[in-house]
């Protein structure tokens, strides 16, 4: 790909776009070992030897994180008073990240974050029904009649009921533990499910979206890149 000089370093997060300019200018920027003074030069991206203040910039993008969003951050880019996921992955170099999908702010679990629109598009899409995986601790005892509820579809107040979904009992009691597998991304589709069987969310978290499985070496606000593998399943 051929792109301005000043964006290409402006895309890897070296400065504002003015900022790079300016230090283009002053000589700042080299090219295949030639200084280039001008902000307009036109850098292939895949051939192109980079060099800005003597260290090697190499040009992504796209970037993809795989973050275990812990309770407490919003699932949103930018806000004036609440942290946001995107400023829990600081090794991000573009400004355009973005969750894929919402988690609730008290929600945990799998959060990809990318800039990266298409892929996005294909695991929120609603026609395709991506499967998304959910551990939950709910307050009352989770029952058979439960199981088969969720299976025929829930009346979560919408004009339609919800998409059959699985309900896998863990542990029965005061305090139920499950597993919950929904194709859909309706707001607080979870928590409106079991109200709808009369029952409370006290813990939430997603587990699988799709087939980018959490990496449960994360802790919560921990992240890492996602790996080759999981690459080459998804794009
Ligand atoms: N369903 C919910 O109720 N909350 C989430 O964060 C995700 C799914």
Redesign the pocket.
Known sequence: MKLRLDKFLADMGLGTRSEVKKAIRKGLAQVNAQTIREPEYKVDTEADQVLFGGQPAAYREFEYYMLNKPAGVISATEDTKERCVVDLIESRMRKDLFPVGR??KD?EGLLLITNDGDLAHRLLSPKKHVDKV?FARIRGRVTEEDVECFRQGVDIGEKKRTLPSELRILEAGEISEIELTIREGKF?????MFQAAGKE?LY?K?LRMGPLVLDESLKPGEYRTLNTQEMDILC
């Open positions: 988690l609730d929600t959910y607080h589709q979870v928590k409106r969310v939430l997603r």
